[in-house]
């Protein structure tokens, strides 16, 4: 069973459901949400948001896209019946803003990724 996602939203009508989605570190991610689609319906969904959780109609309870491959995730939209519920999140930002109000050096140490 999957937890709580932040927004939930049921996609009740046949077509496309018009989310680009893309593969991210937090998980499948929307990259945007195209006009003039069942998603342009929904205000809430917006770019950025990760999806959490799905529900097909032939399925009891929400499940967890946690640890599920992109590729697996976008055949099982792809391939639900509908109304299908999907649950987001927002996405958490990896960066922290900061502002140096003095002069001087910084103190920081830059190294590449690894």
Not at 32 to 43: D, F, G, K
Request: proline share 8%.
């Amino acid at each position: 069973m999957a937890g709580a996602a932040d927004v939930t939203v049921c996609f009740d009508r046949p077509g496309a459901l018009g989310l680009a989605l893309i593969e991210d570190p937090a998980g499948v991610v929307i990259q945007t949400v195209r006009p003039n689609s069942l998603a342009a319906e929904m205000p809430e969904l917006h770019s950025g948001m990760v999806l959490r959780t799905f529900q097909p109609a032939d399925k009891n309870e929400a499940q967890t896209t946690d640890g599920m491959a992109y590729t697996a995730v976008l055949g099982m939209l792809k391939g639900s019946p509908r109304p299908l519920r999907l649950g987001f999140d927002e996405k958490v930002q990896q960066t922290v803003p900061v502002t140096f109000t003095e002069a001087g050096t910084l103190g920081l140490k830059f190294t590449p990724n690894q």
